[in-house]
């Protein structure tokens, strides 16, 4: 039985109290427990980004995302129970309660279904000209700009290889000889790297069609100039809990209109609100796509990522959106640069 103690938290926390609690602790749950210790709820990773896709903000509280009917066995039961319990109801933690219904203990399902991500491919979109960080692109690709002392790209492949990918794909096109210097094979990194070739701009999903093989299970797709802290396992876990053919990484934008809006109803003023805030989920660049979406590319031809969630969802198949809360930031511009160095010590140091 492990340890539950360092993931409980009160009832009168905010959502970003339990989300900080879940992130520091291995057990991947917050439990919600009054004064007494009585179990109250529990909120999971997947618990927090469905309320993010409701509109909850991670300042409310906890008890807005928390699931308050979570299932629980006591402590009498025993091990063996919990295992059946967690297999039977497909769930991965169960907390341990006495006869007050208060917290004793949590019992872990090894994931047993976890992809393995040893066997997960990922493939890096680097093939840009980086036009609007002109002229420091004239000589260096973007994804090859220092950030926190090392090239933006191999921050990126030293994150997913301490969470244990280990093959990479590079699409390549500006300058690629330069990607191919640096990295080589990838056992400078202790990774395997090969390469895909654009000789002519093939746009964000069309460089997939170079893929030398049909890959053995889901690919981890991204955009080799994207700064983020995402557990890419959790989004793994994600993409096969809810059965996913492709998941697309979301995250909120907002802006405020800064005039009053008005609406109306024929030539009468209905209402005014005066500079609303409008707020929409909005690419982030990231993707999971299983080996069958990736027949829906076409080959050596230009292809966006919209075009093939489109047609993966006109043939029937599951499309996700999978919301961001962590870190993100996409280097497109001088100040996103200035922003990524200036940050980067404190998010990834």
Known sequence: MSDYRSVLVSASSSILEAVKTIDAGSLQIALVVDGNGVLLGTVTDGDVRRGLLRG???????????NRQPKTIHRSQGRDEALRMMRRLDIHQLPVVDDGHR???IELLDELIRPDVQDTWVVLMAGGLGTRLMPLTEATPKPLL????????ETIIGNFVDQG????????????????????????????IEYLHEDQALGT???????????????????????????????????????????????????QVPY???????????????????????????YVLGPDVLDLIPRGEFFNMPELFQ????????????????????????????RARTEFDKVFG
């Open 146 to 153: 220092p950030v926190g002392g090392k090239p933006l790209i």
């Open 103 to 105: 917290v004793v203990g």
């Open 165 to 192: 990918f280990s093959r990479f794909f590079l699409s390549v096109n500006y300058k690629a000889e330069m990607f191919r210097s640096h990295f080589g094979d990838g056992s400078r990194l202790g990774v395997q």
């Open 56 to 66: 909850v903000r991670l300042e409310e509280p906890v008890a807005e995302v928390m």
């Open 311 to 338: 047609a993966a969802a006109a043939r029937g198949q599951e499309t996700l959106a999978f919301p961001i809360r962590e870190y993100w930031l996409d280097i497109g511009r001088f100040d996103d640069l200035e």
């Open 205 to 255: 999903a069309g460089a997939l069609s170079l893929l030398p093989d049909a890959p053995p299970g889901p690919v981890i797709v991204m955009n080799g100039d994207l700064l983020t802290s995402i557990d890419f396992r959790h989004l793994l876990k994600f993409h096969h809990d809810h059965a996913g053919a492709a998941t697309m990484c979301v995250r909120e934008y907002s802006f």
């Open 260 to 286: 009053g809006v008005v609406e109306t109803d024929g030539y009468r003023l209905a209402s005014i609100t005066e500079k609303p805030v409008q707020s929409f989920f909005v690419s982030a660049g990231i």
